[in-house]
């Protein structure tokens, strides 16, 4: 198994770091290298509202447009979708099926917001939301297997593209 070219075993099969696991991937490997961008920030909660919902391409475009705002390679996308703000305001009272009542979240099933994750070069996606994209529930119909959050496929595993959340 391989993440962005990182092997998590040795070359006789045994784990690499004494137990399996993505250590590539540690917070402490980019503070130690450091990550830096110009940051840009898209209001998903203004734009969409505070109910949870995908946002896909077209969604996206027309935010895009609305707010002036054009996505330039090595750019880090900030998603402000009012999550976190919920979390607080709630305090102890979250309730268990919050990600999915609350919130706007890309669609990882939208093909072309794949497409443009993958073309407009940004280096690292941010949102203040659990998952950066939206948790659908089960498949859609007639698609047999298929990864649970595409993005995090797309962006992790293919083009290695940081992820940030909460």
Not at 127 to 151: K, Q
Request: hydrophobic share 35%; proline share 5%; net charge negative.
């Amino acid at each position: 198994m391989q993440y962005n070219g990182h092997s998590l075993l040795k070359e006789n099969g045994k784990p690499r770091y004494g137990e399996v696991g993505a250590w590539n991937l540690g917070m402490e490997n980019m503070a130690r290298h450091c990550v830096q961008g110009r940051g840009v920030m898209l209001n998903m909660k203004r734009r969409f509202g505070e109910a949870s919902r995908p946002v896909g391409y077209d969604d996206v475009m027309r935010l895009l447009d609305a707010d002036g705002i054009e996505i330039e390679p090595g750019d880090i996308v900030c998603c402000y979708t009012g999550y976190a703000d919920k979390l607080l305001e709630l305090g102890d009272d979250v309730p268990a099926d919050l990600p999915r009542t609350h919130c706007p979240a890309f669609d990882g099933r939208d093909e072309k917001l794949l497409q443009w994750i993958d073309e407009c070069g940004m280096a690292v996606l941010v949102s203040d939301n659990r998952a950066v994209e939206f948790e659908h529930t089960g498949l859609p119909d007639g698609v047999a297997r298929g990864p649970g959050l595409a993005i995090h496929e797309l962006c992790l595993f293919k083009l290695g593209i940081h992820l940030g959340e909460m």
